[in-house]
């Protein structure tokens, strides 16, 4: 398996521009997390998934980001309008639910390393 | 406060040391305690987990949970220069929200 797969692998951009981030979960798994990295926060949830619905957002920092998943294999996560402070590595993982107790293994992607200018 | 503490580093021993590594928390509702190791470059991938208090062990790592002190650790016995990385701590209360402490940049030197 080539486990999960994330593009762009780095993204540099300028303020007020709109960036994509995409996301390919390894297939069968059920669930699907984007987390954000600083250096300041560490590693942060920002949303998750399963079967393709949006199960929490709690996480999403404001109505500039948005994240979607049309199907089991596919999911992105939107910036408009990005901003400095967005400059961040972005992670997707994803994990299945085998039941039985104990945390389901999340396999993260290698990230996408986002700079805003 | 941040629910998860974790001091940055970096830490540097020579090889075939016994390394400890370290995290403290504030909601005792957290029930399961991961260890995450992240090589430069590269997302974190899951080394081991513990459920509540105790100890577990996989070769030449150990987590220990105190949740009376809210305190967890991971030791790694005879550190090689491969285990260089960056650790960390996660927990979560049975949901799949996990919360991450920032990281503990480990280098061992050969």
């Known amino acids: 398996d080539a486990g999960v797969i994330q593009s762009p692998r780095h993204e540099v951009t300028e303020m007020g521009q709109e960036v994509t981030l995409r996301c390919k979960p390894i297939?069968?798994?059920?669930?699907l997390f984007w987390y954000r990295q600083t250096m300041m926060r560490g590693l942060e949830l920002l949303i998750y998934?399963?079967?393709?619905?949006?199960?929490?957002d709690s996480g999403m920092p404001e109505d500039r980001f948005s994240a979607k998943m049309p199907n089991a294999s596919f999911s992105t996560l939107k910036i408009q309008p990005s901003e400095p402070r967005d400059s961040a590595v972005y992670f997707c993982?994803?994990?299945?639910?085998?039941?039985?107790?104990?945390?389901?293994?999340?396999?993260f992607g290698p990230g996408t390393r986002l700079t805003v200018l | 406060q941040k629910e998860v503490e974790q001091d940055p580093g970096p830490l540097s021993v020579p090889e075939g040391a016994i390394v400890s590594l370290n995290c403290t928390y504030s909601n005792s509702a957290f029930q399961y305690f991961m260890w995450y190791r992240q090589y430069s470059r590269k997302g974190p991938e899951l080394l081991m987990y513990?459920?509540?208090?105790g100890n577990k062990e996989d070769g030449r790592f150990t987590a220990q949970v105190d949740k009376s002190s809210k305190y967890i650790s991971l030791f790694i016995r005879d550190s090689q220069p491969s285990d260089s990385a960056t650790y960390l701590c996660?927990?979560?209360?049975?949901?799949?929200?996990?919360?991450f402490g920032t990281g503990t940049r480990l280098k061992v030197l050969a």
């Open positions: 297939s069968g798994h059920d669930y």
């Open positions: 993982a994803s994990s299945l639910n085998i039941g039985g107790g104990g945390p389901d293994t999340q396999y």
């Open positions: 998934f399963n079967n393709n619905v949006p199960i929490d």
């Open positions: 996660a927990m979560n209360e049975g949901t799949y929200k996990y919360i």
């Open positions: 513990t459920y509540s208090s």
